[in-house]
């Protein structure tokens, strides 16, 4: 019988069929079928009958799958392979497979969601290459804009790759038109990019010579020294304060301005991660990928990009991006920018592009950056007039948010966010300062080199070697060290003297409890073992639970609502990390310690540990749930289980009188930690509700 | 049978993370552990493809790596792995045509009765003739009943098995509906 849609049960003239009840028992009905069809049940018996036994065949028949099949069913013999090198297969041929056979891709795929009969297949393929004998295919594909970026940025990443501290040398030739009055100027440009060492040169050049123009070392970009640069005439630039003929200095000043207000990174102008930056700024923009030919013959894809309305002074309404379509490589980029008199017209176009070594380079070249730059004074930057030179932009509290989480987030992937070692601080009101210190310099230039693209952030970031120097910063120094739970010096084992505990674990070992009897030689092993595992555990719990609450700290600082999406997901992501290694780090600690102290309390007083030191489920107090006082009351307990930790297997200066105290207060705090531990997970689950079950994996939210 | 907990985690960190490539890989591999399993024991079921099942399984999730990586769109994952795997078991069961869904020999091993010690001989032997009943009555249901069967005991709603097959939703709850009563109805004869 079918279903009759819309039909009212709850008289009970007529019974709903099997397959209603089908769909009722399923969750399947409309809600107001759903209650009418409920309120049959409840008068009909009948029918009640009727859906039990549906019910009851449903159970067989999972009851069937679960107990005879599934057991039967195992895995392949030889186990599961791995799926990382086929994926990595995969995305090393997602760019360089051949149109046909990236239409054969495609073919495979529709396939896969559609099957269709084998004589259609074969005709299709038939048809398909009618057309391909009929119509040229060595085009270039055309691809999405993501697709377009990702291709450049991985090309790029590749050619830097491939020669050992790489240096690219670009030139470029930058147009720049007024619209209004067809007012046009031109400047060579040269740049030297050492990504290695975070070191920048370039020159530009024009009717009256060479000039060398600003350099700047460092991850952060700090515009002073460009215009700086231009104003004080390193090697003889101009010093034009207005539109002259040729307009040079201007030109690159005010081009310079354009793409620190868009995001975009002057230090790479033209460059996929520079374009990226502004395109992840403009929400709501229209996109469109062109194939065209270059002079040469060539194939090119130019991705044309639109911001929607209204702009600003020197904001970008429209850029292009031209890429060859043999590498992916960006040769020219143009740029409509709104200026304060109308629209200004740049093109960024390259003359060469190579990546050599450093070695390849003169030594000169970079010479005057290897020591640490000396700040610049505040000289004043290029004068603008007030039509052209805008002031450098300031950020706003959500971009300043959005740079701390994001700074945090590189910190946590590096995983140089416990112990803080390196912090991130608002240095002042428009600038976020990541500063500390790391064990070498490759890990200084990786995490720089992870910071590059965030803006508003300037980095501090020395080497061991660097605070050993004679001229450290003794402030900077101490505050590190003090802020740092992991640089607390903690000698381990029981070399140089007797634990509070020493005879009671020699007791202990020497009773062969609770494995097998040791030789008498290995007890002073074993005691140094267990005392060595118990402090690492407890050191490293610390260290997470000070990452959790530093993270804690620097969230309820910021209004998290306001942050991006894609940055709330980060943050949450950074928390459950450091929730879960907690958990297991403070697992693994009571799972060593809590059998060894119960046994050497047991032996010397008949101590019951009281109800708080088992296992006992405490319901979280969610009134009192909140982020600050949940994580400083969980990094009081682990606190006060590593104080005591290190007092009873670290410590050779605890009187033995005071031990027993210890040893139950260490119990008892290690009791208490599930109760801390659940307000924090219900605090965090009230900060990061849960999303629901549907979701969709295409691109980050903005 | 689900294995659903964390995965919503999963799906969020892919959307913040899916364009770090190093990061869609450790998310897929994340998925390829959670679902595998049932997928692999759905391509057995209902193609009986045992020696093509792993690789079709890593398949449907590399087809899966493939499209997040191209920046496509996809709305429910774990519907859109199984739909691929589905069809990938089909077109090869059908390019092989001495391929053919599980044979009786092959579903007696699989259904092979495990000694329950909770049972007493006499209760073992009824528990023994009942499942016979319903295997026997499960290998006589169409392919179409029985895939409905299976995804519906993975937990798929109707929509989600309509995706799956590419069939209707009504079309779903008439399969279930009468795959249900075959085996109501030879469980109570």
Redesign the interface.
Known sequence: MN?RLGTDWSNRESHPS??DL??YV?G?LPPREAASVREHLEACWTCRVRTE??QE??S???R??????????R??ASG?????A???R??AE?NTRPLLLQWL?AWR?L?????LP?TLTLAALWSLLVFLLVFRVDRVPPV?A??LI?NAAEFQDRQLHAVAQPVVHQKLRIRRTVAASHQESSVAWELWNDAGHHRFRQQAEDASGRRVLAASRGAAFDPHDWTAGLELGDAGVSHQTSDGPAGLPRTLAELTQILLANRMDPRRPLSAESFEAWRESVPGRSEAVKESSLADGSKALTLTTEAPGPFRANAIIQTQLVVRGADWHPIEQRLKVQGERGILNYSLTETAFEVLPLSALPPLLFADLVPPPIPKPPAPVVPASPTIIPPVPVPTPADLADAEVEALFVLHRAKVCLGGRVSVVRSDADRIAVQGVVESAERRDEILTGLQSIPWITTEIQTADDTLSPAPNPEGSAEVAESSPSMQVVTLGVQSGKLPIQDLLEEYFAQGHPGALPAPGDINHKITELSNRAVLLSESALDEAWALRHLTESVTTLKTDDLR???R??L??MV?DHLTALQAQMGNSRQLLEPVLVALLDRHRELAVGPSAGNTFAVPDSENSNWISSSHQLFATVEQIDRLTLALFADTSVPPARREAAMQELLAAMGGWDTKFQDLEAAVAKAFP????????????E | ?GG?AG???V??????L??E?LKL?EK??QL?EQW??SI??YV??VAGNFAE??EIT?EA???L???????K?????RSWVF??AH??A??RT??RKYVVPLDPVVWE??????EDPALDPEQFVLEEE??QR??AA?QQLSALQQQC??L??EGF??EQIAEVL?ISISNV??S??RG??K??RD??E
């Open positions: 279903r099997e397959e089908l769909y399923d399947e036994q549906v065949t449903i067989s028949f999972v069937f799958l679960t107990d005879s099949i599934t057991p039967n069913l895995p392949p599961w392979k791995p799926l990382n086929q994926m990595a995969v995305a997602a891709d795929k396939t896969m969601l559609w099957p084998r999405s993501n697709q990702q999406p894609s940055l997901y980060a949450e992501v459950h849960g999303k629901p079950g549907s979701f969709t994996l295409n691109s980050p939210p | 049978m659903e995965l919503v985690r799906e969020s960190e892919l959307l913040c899916k364009r490539t890989d897929i591999a390829y595998r399993d692999y024991r057995i079921l099942a792993e890593q999730f590399l087809q790596y493939r499209c997040l990586l191209n920046g769109e996809i709305r429910d994952a739909r691929v069809n990938c089909l077109n059908a390019s091993k699989l259904c092979e009765a495990r009942k499942r319903l295997q499960f069967l299976l519906r005991a709603r109707y590419d709850g008439r279930l509906h249900i009563k085996l109501m469980r109570h």
